[in-house]
């Protein structure tokens, strides 16, 4: 957990709740958290969700692993002390678009399962929907289609504390939805996780 350095701070509420705020925007907001391995699909399948929601008009935003650290999280490297700040600071980024009444699509590796568990925790905690969608590709398949040469570079020896070759991939124990991208397309998965959305009455 990271420390609170800040000091002589208050929380300011507002005049709005959030059950005022997303009856008036007709929303209700979430997180879906994709997590898998390298090249396993959560971003594609994160990326098509987004397209379609949008299209539905559903306040929706995804949050990708690369994009964010060239912003955001651009001064954190890949140490086990970094990931866990980097997920920490998405878990907190996605809770503020799940209440502002937007669909919050996280595709991050977040490989330690207790990282994960902290931002299910952060959501857990102010009543957030949380939703972790496990993308579940053996690392063969992500070694194939590796469309970054990381796997390539990982193995020679270039990239170290690469998840699935010298460091580990701390898979869900009960994810909320697992998707096979070896075994289902695109927009199977996009549909499995609509159907989830529709079941938890995020969407209609």
Excluded at 100 to 113: D, E, K, M, N, Q
Excluded at 148 to 174: H, N, Q, S, V, W
């Amino acid at each position: 957990m990271a420390e609170q350095k800040a000091t002589n701070i208050h929380w300011h509420a507002g005049n709005l709740s959030r059950e005022d705020r997303w009856r008036d925007l007709k929303a209700r907001g979430a997180t879906l958290w994709f997590t898998g391995l390298s090249a396993s699909g959560k971003s594609t399948i994160a990326s098509a969700l987004e397209q379609h929601l949008v299209h539905l008009g559903i306040h929706c935003y995804r949050l990708d692993g690369d994009n964010i650290r060239h912003g955001l999280n651009k001064n954190l490297g890949f140490s086990a002390e970094d990931r866990a700040e980097n997920i920490r600071r998405i878990g907190e980024v996605a809770k503020l678009f799940a209440d502002s009444g937007s669909v919050a699509l996280t595709s991050f590796i977040s490989p330690y399962r207790k990282d994960r568990d902290l931002c299910r925790a952060l959501h857990d905690k102010d009543a957030i929907p949380f939703i972790e969608v496990f993308v579940d590709t053996p690392i063969e398949v992500c070694e194939q289609r590796d469309p970054k040469g990381l796997y390539k570079k990982a193995r020679a020896g270039e990239i170290k504390g690469f998840t699935g070759i010298d460091d580990p991939y701390e898979a869900p124990l009960k994810p909320e939805l697992v998707l096979k991208p070896g075994v289902m397309s695109v927009e199977q998965s996009v549909a499995a996780c609509l159907d989830l959305l529709r079941s938890r009455r995020i969407i209609a």
